[in-house]
């Protein structure tokens, strides 16, 4: 299952159908296309999919070679055991280390069409190429891919896969939300909300502002900058809990957490939970893989899964001291599982390049 169901109050929907093509600058949306007629189709079967190579994402004409998924190396802090893979004493940032930041992720292209509205998404195998969309997108299809685009919303999410359908694609992608605009007394929640089994890829996107950013329990989350996440108050009186990644549990996909940066600058008394939270809600944390992420900020950075969790894979990723001396403001790390099935916790490093140890 899904690693989360977002609240849905009420709201102004927009519904546009939209058909199985490429949607880009050119030409304006009719309200009606294909052949959806404003009714859920059913879902395709399942595909297995692998994530796009570098060669194989949508680029914008013009543009020169896509920027590749792959860190740089750098050298190792001295008396240790390969830190953090990349993680350097002289790193001042995540761009000086190789991670991700805002000139290395977001659109390739200064070209866009303008959209509006709150838009549902009912043909498989849409692409969406070169949009600024001040609103949000609703998927209900297989194999929708979002490229070079820009989302601004004032919704519960940027982007959400409905439950049965696969194949989402978030490629060099700019999602925030607008802080005091959304339908939380003024919060935002979800830059991608995954209800879906099927299959997310989310890359070399910028997504702020919005207080869960990436919520799913499975799929491939890899070159991404996650930053300056809002505080805000929601319906209960009390302030939103906050994480960059966040997975509830209960899911059997797999989810794979690579070199991004993750940042939280939320204090623990405005609602931060973790940059990256995998936490037991609604089942079992298993067979995730968490490596070489730039990290920091939450009340604890990492929530490791707790009891029960196995194959959860932490290795070599740099806790920074950008927010609070131990990387989150209570600590590194919390709820690890070291005698779980599968789990493995190796060359995780402070910026400094000295271990980041879990506690016992």
Known sequence: MSSHRPRLGRR?????????????T??????????????????????????????????????GALRSPSPRSFPKASGTASPAGNA????????????????????????????SGNISIRD?????????LTGSLDIYADNVTIVDSKITSTNWWGVNLRPGHTGLRILHTFI???????????????????M??????????????FGNTVSTG???????????LVPFINHSGY????????????DTGGLRIEHNTLLNPIDATHGASAAIGLFPNTGLITDVTVKNNWIAGGAYALYGGGPGAARVVVSGNVFSDEYWPECGFYGAIAHWNATGSGNVWSDNAFRNGQAVIPAT
């Open 12 to 24: 102004r929907i927009v519904i546009l159908v939209v058909a199985g093509a490429v949607l880009g």
């Open 26 to 63: 050119a030409g304006a949306l009719a309200t009606t296309l294909g052949s959806g007629g404003g009714s859920t189709p059913t879902a395709a079967s399942t595909p297995t999919t692998a994530p796009l190579s570098s060669s194989q994402i949508p680029a914008p004409s013009g543009t």
């Open 88 to 115: 350097a004493p002289s790193c001042t940032s995540p761009a000086a280390c190789g991670y991700p930041d805002a000139a290395s992720t977001g659109p390739r292209t200064a070209s866009f069409s303008a959209h």
């Open 124 to 132: 498989n195998g849409t692409t969406i190429s070169g949009w600024n």
């Open 176 to 194: 925030t939300g607008v802080p005091g605009k959304g339908p939380d007394n003024g919060g935002e929640d979800y830059a991608l909300s995954n």
């Open 196 to 209: 879906s089994d099927g299959s997310v890829e989310v890359g070399w996107s910028n997504m702020s502002v």
């Open 218 to 228: 499975h799929g491939y989350i890899h070159d991404n900058y996650v930053h300056d």
């Open 239 to 250: 302030y939103q809990h906050t994480d960059a990644v966040i997975s509830d549990g209960g």
